[in-house]
């Protein structure tokens, strides 16, 4: 069955990477040297070599490009659903708290001839969040029961607008010379039910603790708890009184 070419993303390989590949299979040359020329990751390679090969160990570029097309159609029907030896065995690991990541190492190791049985991490991912692989909660160890927002190649904005990082801290604070430059951080109780802070001289190490009753949001805590408390002893050439300058809070 031919299929029709249709560019999709810089990521995927094009039937001319393919026609490189084999050329340079025939010619003896490294996978990586292979990735170089056409501009891809030496794993990208690797993987087109084991997936598009032939039974007998050959590399046909023309016949693994179909095949690529053939697995890139949309929408079929998930390998989890079709298949109930494969559903059972990802349901009976995830019961004795494995993780996905375990699981489809698991099927490669376990069942190496059988690519029915076969699964990779987003597979199971998907089935357990679809609902194939019974009640989802509890099901992960992390406790989520929903998928996480997936954007490819886009970072993740910062939570906190116009946060200053640790590494812009000014060059005395780092040498430790200076007191009254306090370090804060958080510990949270079990369940999240309680917190308390900890300040902590960067240079004399002497400990403060914090009792947060009412939470301990990073708004709250920066703007209502930091400037109630007292000022704080502070030895330079002697004992004198100073506002603690915060150096770093948990973000």
């Known amino acids: 069955m031919i299929i029709p070419d249709t560019s999709v993303a810089p990521r995927f390989l094009t039937q001319d990477d393919r026609i490189a ?34 039974g007998d160990g050959s590399y046909d570029p023309w016949w693994a490009h179909n095949q690529a097309l053939l697995r890139r ?6 390998k989890i659903r079709e298949h ?25 190791r376990q069942y190496p001839d059988q690519p029915r049985m076969h699964a990779c991490p987003e597979t199971i991912y998907r089935g357990l969040f679809a609902g194939l692989l019974g009640r ?22 910062n939570k906190i607008k116009n946060m200053t990082l640790i590494h812009n801290r000014p060059t005395i604070v780092n040498e430790r010379t200076r007191p009254g430059d306090w370090e804060g951080d958080l510990t949270i109780g ?17 400990v403060r603790l914090i009792h947060l009753p009412d939470g301990w949001k990073a708004h709250r805590t920066a703007h209502e708890e930091m400037p109630a408390l007292p000022v704080c002893l502070a030895v330079e050439g002697g004992l004198t009184l100073r506002q603690p300058r915060l150096s770093r809070w948990p973000r």
């Open 21 to 54: 590949i084999a050329d340079g299979l025939r010619a003896e040359k490294a996978p990586a040297a292979i990735a170089a020329a056409i501009g891809k990751s030496t794993s990208t390679v690797y993987r087109e070599i084991g997936r598009g090969g032939k």
């Open 73 to 78: 159609q949309r929408p079929k029907t998930e």
């Open 84 to 108: 109930a030896p494969l559903r059972s065995v990802v349901r009976d690991k995830l019961d004795k708290g494995w993780s996905p990541q375990q699981i489809s190492r698991y099927l490669r």
């Open 136 to 157: 989802r909660q509890g099901r992960l160890r992390t406790g989520r029961t929903r998928r996480r927002r997936q954007r490819r190649g886009v970072p993740s904005p």
């Open 190 to 206: 079990r369940g999240q039910r309680s917190a308390i802070g900890t300040l902590v001289d960067r240079a004399t190490r002497f």
